[in-house]
């Protein structure tokens, strides 16, 4: 019983953090379904709370992979035992609490609607793309011609409808299962010294930097030539006439590989893309606002691989020390940390594609102004989010802390600042908020980076977890 309850609560100790947000989402539903009045908009808060929670608990399904999982006493018992009790409190429970305020009909719906969304939330979390095949079907439905509407409606009335849908979660659920636990053994690499290629069906390598997916693999090879050529020149032009400024920009494509055109239009078509996709499902009836929000929030994104990338090179760091030969150590941390100024460009530049993307699909005439606002935001965003990761504490707690502060901050400052601009125009709402976020960023950016040159450098690797 002690593995059945240490698995069942393995999903809340990995994310605590977002566990009791999502605790505090599905306390928030019930409350505004019960007290507030608003029966439908609770209930959907707290069907959104409990599918984030089978997104966690597919994500610690997934790190339990292993061949040598199922070896362990009694594994399949006590996963089953956790299984059943996640299916009882975040699933059939529920639905029974539906069928008094909606109707047994309702709870019917909604027990094979809920099996359905577990069974993608599992799917999607395994690393499958097939799970991404249901925003597909979301935006379709958009534009399914309403005779054809008509002529199916009958069929989504009929009462065994959710009898299918228990059938066909039931089916994802084996498939999600034999792509986790496949069976037989990896195949074994051609040569000992060679390092072993991603495993067949997605049980890939954790250690392996090879993308999966033939065209993943072009993408990322077709940058990394441009990485290659740009790091060659700046070499070049270094040898040719060594001064600090080509030195630094050599640093920086050596650091900073995909920070090129290359790398730039390779992220710009796969964000792009998932930004094509949201602002075609929200369709024309969305804020343009909010979506450029969510946007630039994306653009941002990319900023992190120095909080989550530093704690990796560090080994590579002694190598790079030596050739550099610098003065004193603070001179190399300086170079370090002016370097991570190259990711600003490309983070800034994907703003304002990944924004006028959003408003020409949705509100081409906002366009001069979302790209007003963007150039307002984005530059001291950016700088401001540059410097909050670059100094993340090396406790693991406190370091989700200060990125999820630092996810929210950004989306309240774009929000307010979309709001403010848009309701006094550019000079009375933009120039407030350009003093407000330029005045904060820079004092970050001089903050961190005096705290980052003051403490001492590790050149370590990161220490593992005790039992890894």
């Not at 439908?40 to 994500?59: D, E, K, P, Q």
């Not at 075609?280 to 606002?289: L, R, S, T, Y």
């Not at 603070?330 to 100024?341: I, N, P």
Request: aromatic share 10%.
């Amino acid at each position: 019983m002690r593995a059945t309850w240490t698995l069942a609560l393995l999903p809340l100790r990995q994310a605590w953090v977002a566990a009791l947000l999502l605790l505090l989402m599905l306390v928030g539903g019930v409350v505004l379904a019960l007290a507030g009045g608003a029966l439908y908009g609770g209930a959907m808060l707290a069907a959104l709370a409990l599918w984030f929670a089978w997104l966690l608990a597919g994500t610690a399904l997934k790190g339990l992979a292993r061949k040598e999982t199922l070896l362990l006493p009694e594994f399949h018992r006590a996963l089953a035992g956790a299984a059943a009790l996640w299916s009882l409190l975040f699933w059939l429970l529920p639905c029974a609490l539906l069928a008094p305020h909606f109707g047994i009909r309702i709870g019917w719906v909604a027990l094979g609607a809920g099996a359905l969304a577990i069974a993608w939330a599992l799917l999607t979390t395994s690393g499958s793309r097939s799970g991404f095949l249901i925003w597909v079907f979301i935006i379709g439905a958009r534009f399914i011609p309403e005779p054809l509407l008509l002529a199916i409606e009958p069929a989504l009335q009929n009462p065994l409808l959710p009898l299918a849908a228990l059938l066909l979660a039931a089916l994802i659920l084996h498939i999600t299962w034999q792509r986790l636990f496949p069976a037989g053994d990896p195949p074994l690499p051609d040569s000992p010294l060679l390092a072993p290629e991603p495993m067949r069906r997605g049980m890939g390598n954790t250690t392996s930097n090879v993308p999966r997916g033939k065209l993943m693999q072009r993408l990322n090879g077709w940058s990394e030539v441009g990485a290659s050529a740009l790091l060659l020149r700046q070499a070049a032009r270094y040898h040719a006439a060594p001064t600090p400024t080509r030195q630094r920009a050599m640093l920086r494509a050596l650091l900073l590989p995909q920070e090129q055109p290359r790398g730039w239009l390779v992220r710009w078509l796969l964000w792009g893309a998932a930004i094509a996709v949201y602002a075609i499902a929200v369709g024309q009836q969305a804020q343009i606002g909010m979506v450029a929000g969510y946007a630039t929030f994306f653009a941002l994104t990319g900023l992190n691989v120095v909080g989550l990338g530093m704690p990796r090179l560090q080994p590579s760091l002694v190598e790079l020390y030596f050739s550099l030969a610098p003065d004193t150590l603070a001179g190399f941390k300086a170079q370090l940390v002016d370097s991570f100024l190259g990711l600003l460009p490309g983070a800034i530049l994907s703003a304002f594609v990944f924004t006028a993307l959003a408003a020409l699909l949705i509100t081409p005439v906002a366009l001069p102004g979302i790209m007003l606002t963007t150039a307002i935001l984005a530059p001291p965003l950016a700088l401001a989010t540059l410097a909050l990761y670059l100094g993340l504490p090396v406790n693991v707690i406190l370091r989700s802390v200060v990125t999820l502060i630092t996810l929210f901050g950004q989306m309240g400052t774009i929000w307010m600042g979309y709001a403010l601009i848009d309701r006094y125009g550019a000079l009375w709402g933009g120039v407030p908020v350009l003093v407000v976020t330029w005045s904060f960023a820079i004092g970050a950016w001089g903050a961190s980076r005096a705290h980052w040159i003051n403490n001492p450098l590790s050149f370590d690797p990161p220490k593992a977890k005790a039992g890894a």
